[in-house]
C-alpha cells in the first residue's frame, strides 16, 4: 500500500504551513523573489503573498522578509527563523516517512520510538545492536554497572561513567540501544575459559565467512537474535579468541566485557 505524506502544522486553529507553503518558502530561497518563487512554485503571486502574510501573522517571528520592488515582486529572503522552519519541516517530515514504513512493516516493534528509529533510521558501525531495558543502576567507584534485560529477560551488563549515565538519564526501565562491535565478541564452546565478570550469551554458529586475516562468525542466539564476532586468524589474540575453526551448527558461547557495551537513548 503506497500512503501519500501530507503533513500541516496548525496555530492558533489556522493553517500555518503545509507541502504547497513549503515549496513556496524553498523556491523564494532559491530566486530570492516572491514573484519567482511562487512561480516556480506553480501557484499565483497573489497566493503566494497570502500565505506569506498568513505565516508571519501567526509566527513567533516572520519567516519571511522581503522589499517592495513593484512589478517584479520586490527582493525576499528567509528569516533565520524561516530557515528553522524548512529544516524542522524536513525532520517532521523523516520522522513521519519512518511511522508509515513501521506500519506497513511486521517484524517491526512499535512499543517504543527509539526501535523504530534505529530500525529505520539510525545508522551505526556496531554490528551488533539489542534494544533492551534498564533494570538496575549499581555505582561501581567513579562508573555505573548498567544492568540491562533483553529479550527473553537475558541481561548484560555495560560499565559506563556516572556523567554518561546522567546524560543518557537512565533510570529503570528506561529504553536502550546496546551495541558491540563484532571484534570485541570472542567465542568459545568451553565456559570455563570465559573471563569473570564478562557478559556470556549463548546460541549457534548460523553462518561462517573465511577471510585473510579475520573470519566473520554469526550466531542464532537462543533469545532469537542474531550475533556477529570477527575472530582474528593469527594466535596473537587467542588469550581473548578462540583459534578453532568454527562450523555450521556448532553451539558456541558468545563473551565480551560490559565495558565494551555502548549504550543509545532518545533522551
Known amino acids: 500500500m503506497d500512503l ?35 512561480k516556480a512554485a506553480g501557484i499565483s503571486y497573489k497566493s503566494a503573498w497570502d500565505a506569506i502574510k498568513d505565516m508571519n ?16 515582486g520586490g527582493g525576499a529572503q528567509l528569516t533565520p527563523y524561516g530557515e528553522r522552519l524548512l529544516k524542522i519541516y524536513g525532520l517532521l517530515s523523516q520522522i513521519e516517512r519512518m511511522a508509515v514504513d513501521a506500519l506497513q512493516d511486521e517484524s517491526t516493534s ?11 533510521s539510525l545508522q551505526t558501525s556496531a554490528r551488533n ?10 555505582l561501581t567507584d567513579l562508573s555505573r554497572k548498567v544492568c540491562l534485560r533483553l529479550s527473553g529477560d ?15 538519564g537512565l533510570v529503570p526501565e528506561k529504553e536502550v540501544l546496546a551495541l558491540i562491535k563484532a571484534p570485541w565478541v570472542s567465542l568459545t564452546q568451553d565456559a570455563l575459559q570465559i573471563p569473570a565478570g564478562d557478559n ?18 554469526l ?15 593469527t594466535s596473537t589474540a587467542t588469550a581473548h579468541h578462540s583459534a578453532r575453526k568454527w562450523q555450521l551448527g556448532d ?12 549504550l543509545a537513548s532518545l533522551g
Open 4 to 38: 501519500e505524506l501530507l503533513l500541516s502544522l496548525h496555530s492558533q486553529q489556522q493553517l500555518f504551513v503545509n507541502p504547497r507553503r513549503i515549496r513556496l518558502l524553498e523556491q523564494i530561497r532559491v530566486h530570492g523573489s516572491i514573484s519567482q518563487g511562487a
Open 57 to 72: 501573522a501567526l509566527a513567533e517571528r516572520p519567516v519571511l522578509s522581503s522589499e517592495t520592488g513593484g512589478k517584479g
Open 110 to 120: 512499535l512499543d517504543s520510538l527509539l526501535s523504530v528509529v534505529a530500525r529505520f
Open 154 to 168: 537475558i541481561s548484560v551488563y555495560a560499565d559506563i561513567t556516572a556523567s554518561s549515565c546522567k546524560r543518557l
Open 251 to 262: 553451539h558456541a558461547y558468545a563473551h565480551f566485557s560490559p565495558s565494551q557495551v555502548i
Open 129 to 138: 545492536q539489542f534494544f533492551a531495558k534498564v533494570s538496575a543502576l549499581n
Open 200 to 217: 556470556v550469551l549463548a546460541g549457534f554458529v548460523s553462518e561462517v565467512m573465511l577471510g585473510e586475516e579475520y573470519d566473520e562468525i
Open 219 to 233: 550466531l542464532q542466539l537462543e533469545f532469537g537474535e542474531p550475533l556477529c564476532a570477527l575472530l582474528p586468524k
